[in-house]
């Protein structure tokens, strides 16, 4: 019940191309959704975040689309860049024993090609 | 304003070694977590601690692996007589009080290899 299930594994877009990750989960205690962009070598930090309440959130080229009721969530690149190259992490936070805990998916690589 | 910072960058051990991890928070912050990412895998929470506190040790494994976050000085993860399956990325990342993982800053890992 506690997993989040991402895909794809891996993608591989052209440049200006649209690149779009999903993510799956199960449990309704969820209440706030993070991405997160992790390059080689590199700790994985905050992309873009959304909390259940809100079907769309927008920070420049990054999207997330938000469907409550499909428990789905999507990360949407548009005019993918090859500094977008990266590994993307979905998450999925809820609270427990007044803290948080959080979930990530299993990542997708994605390696934009000029 | 450092990042989180973690040391070593990469750390290579014998098979029954120990392995020390360490973890100084970005400054202001007092909450730490440690995962562990396995290749191809997404990042598995091992352990929350505050200053002198473990809060939630519900990721780590019964044996070998422990951690503290002293009063003073920086958030140790320590893995004893280390194995093969304990080659993988550690990552710590700290949060400010009162944000918890909301708040999440994570370090750049430190890559443990074990031979």
């Known amino acids: 019940q506690q997993q989040v299930k991402q895909s794809p594994q891996s993608l591989i877009v052209q440049k200006g191309g649209i690149s779009i990750i999903n993510c799956a989960y199960e449990?309704?205690?969820?209440?706030?959704f993070p991405w997160y962009q992790q390059f080689p070598g590199k700790g994985p930090a905050l992309l873009i975040a959304i909390r259940p309440d809100v079907s769309e959130k927008k920070e420049g080229r990054f999207t997330i689309s938000f469907n409550k009721s499909a428990k789905q969530f999507s990360l949407h690149i548009m005019d993918s860049q090859p500094g977008d190259s990266a590994t993307y992490f979905c998450a999925a936070l809820r609270t427990s024993g007044g803290y948080q805990k959080v979930t990530f998916g299993t990542g997708t690589k994605l390696q934009v090609i000029p | 304003n450092a990042g989180v910072m973690q040391n070593p960058r990469h750390l290579v051990r014998r098979r029954g070694q120990e392995a020390r991890l360490r973890c100084s928070p970005m400054k202001g912050h007092s909450h730490v977590y440690w995962y562990r990412q396995l290749p191809e895998e997404g990042l598995k929470f091992m352990v929350y601690?505050?200053?002198?506190?473990?809060?939630?040790e519900s990721g780590m494994p019964k044996e070998r692996f422990s951690a503290e976050f002293p009063k003073e000085g920086p958030s140790i993860l320590r893995i004893q007589q280390v194995v093969r399956g304990d080659s993988a990325a550690y990552f710590c990342?700290?949060?400010?009080?009162?944000?918890?993982?909301?708040?999440?800053?994570f370090g750049s890992g430190t890559r443990l290899t074990v031979v």
């Open positions: 449990n309704t205690a969820f209440d706030y």
């Open positions: 601690l505050q200053k002198e506190n473990i809060i939630d």
């Open positions: 990342a700290s949060s400010p009080p009162g944000q918890g993982a909301y708040g999440y800053t």
